[in-house]
């Protein structure tokens, strides 16, 4: 009996933080979420890849923002900052596990329960820095891993640059 009282209070204490967490996500984290979730995308977001924090491949070499859609990103060929990139570590770092559908009833009807080859990709939570208009978010499917930038414009988030991390 007592063991169960434990389980119900911990199951109870989960599910607080995680709509705790879930209501510290900012609008834009949101928004930025609903416009880069096109496909299906596993219902849990993503804090690592291949055994090591995503925050592992924050690194000036992985964020060379060289294949850009904007002819302003182009010609700039944007350079994130030390304190950018120490801001953006910490922020993955901190990242939890988050179950989509709970997180955003929009994605619910993409949000896929199993990863399959070929039709599910996995998402982290975007971090917005920069005075809220840059985003960067980490994507991984079948064949690869990479970084997205992103640029708040009026009323949406634009994607302007991605940057390879890895490649099958």
Avoid at 139 to 167: A, D, H, M, P, R
């Amino acid at each position: 009996m007592r063991l169960l009282k434990i389980s119900i209070l911990s199951l109870l204490c989960y599910s607080c933080s995680l709509q705790r967490y879930a209501r510290e996500l900012s609008v834009y984290q949101r928004e930025i979420l609903n416009s880069v979730v096109s496909e299906a995308v596993y219902h849990k977001t993503l804090i690592s890849e291949f055994d090591k924090p995503i925050s592992n491949y924050v690194e000036t070499n992985f964020l060379e923002f060289d294949l850009c859609s904007s002819e302003e990103f182009r010609a700039k060929k944007i350079q994130l900052s030390e304190d950018e990139i120490k801001f953006i570590k910490r922020r993955f770092d901190s990242q939890k596990i988050i179950n989509l559908n709970r997180l955003n009833p929009k994605l619910g009807n993409r949000a896929a329960q199993k990863r399959e080859r070929f039709k599910t990709v996995s998402i982290s939570l975007p971090v917005i820095f920069r005075g809220d208009s840059l985003g960067l978010y980490y994507i991984s499917g079948t064949y690869g891993g990479e970084f997205g930038l992103l640029q708040k414009n009026i009323n949406s988030w634009e994607k302007v640059c991605s940057s390879l991390v890895w490649i099958e």
